[in-house]
């Protein structure tokens, strides 16, 4: 089933440490993103990617950087986590401008920094 | 720049009962997308009912219906016989029609159905 998964769903973790999120989607979609959200607030836009090579900052701006050497993949990596860093952070993937323009969501990870 | 106003942080309504949830957007485009997600409590956020700017007609999607009020630049949810599990933080996002397709969030407002 075409679908998009990340991991872990929750960490903690210590300050200095440096971390990854997983993202994987199974739907072929060109574009990807990040969205960081704190605990019932609105979504706010870190990264996002038109495809493979591709990645650009968004409106809201973060430590955190983000890679994209596969369709299917989308990591996003904290060099040393701080605790401003905790939140939770939302993958979503989308299709083509022209179609149907709904961007799909992950379960996303919600990130606690000690 | 776009901005995405919900006015309403919470909101509260009987099982059964019709509810409207208020967006307003601010955007100079005129080829735009309108979106309400919804994300359940610690489930993921999912599609509820998407609208053109360029098509005239209200989107609906079954018991979801939206008025879109493009002059006023306006885009309510409709909620008709509303049921539990429509418990959930609501967000109105827009969308550019062309280049990255980045969304634009609101507040979001927390709605409780009560049985």
């Known amino acids: 089933e075409a679908d998009i998964y990340q991991t872990p769903r929750y960490l903690v973790i210590g300050t200095g440490k440096k971390i990854t999120l997983e993202c994987s989607q199974t739907?072929?979609?060109?574009?990807m993103y990040w969205y960081q959200q704190d605990p019932g607030m609105e979504l706010h836009l870190i990264h996002y990617s038109y495809g493979v090579n591709s990645t650009e900052k968004g409106d809201l701006s973060s430590e955190s950087t983000v890679s994209r050497i596969r369709t299917e993949h989308f990591p996003l990596t904290l060099e040393s986590a701080r605790p401003s860093h905790t939140s939770q952070y939302l993958c979503?993937?989308?299709?083509?401008?022209?179609?149907?323009?709904?961007?799909?969501f992950g379960p996303g990870t919600r990130l606690t920094v000690l | 720049a776009q901005t995405v106003t919900q006015s309403q942080p919470e909101m509260s309504v009987q099982e059964a009962e019709t509810v409207t949830l208020s967006c307003t957007y601010d955007t100079s485009e005129s080829n735009y997308y309108l979106f309400w997600y919804k994300q359940p409590p610690s489930r993921q956020m999912i599609l509820v009912i998407r609208q053109e700017a360029y098509k005239q007609q209200n989107a609906t999607e079954n018991r979801f219906s939206v008025n879109f009020q493009k002059a006023a630049k306006s885009f309510s949810l409709k909620i008709s016989d509303s049921q539990l599990g429509d418990t959930a933080m609501y967000f109105c996002a827009f969308m550019k029609g062309w280049g990255a397709q980045k969304l634009v969030f609101g507040q979001g407002t927390r709605l409780t159905i009560n049985p």
């Open positions: 979503a993937s989308g299709q083509e401008a022209g179609a149907r323009n709904e961007q799909f």
């Open positions: 739907m072929g979609h060109d574009k």
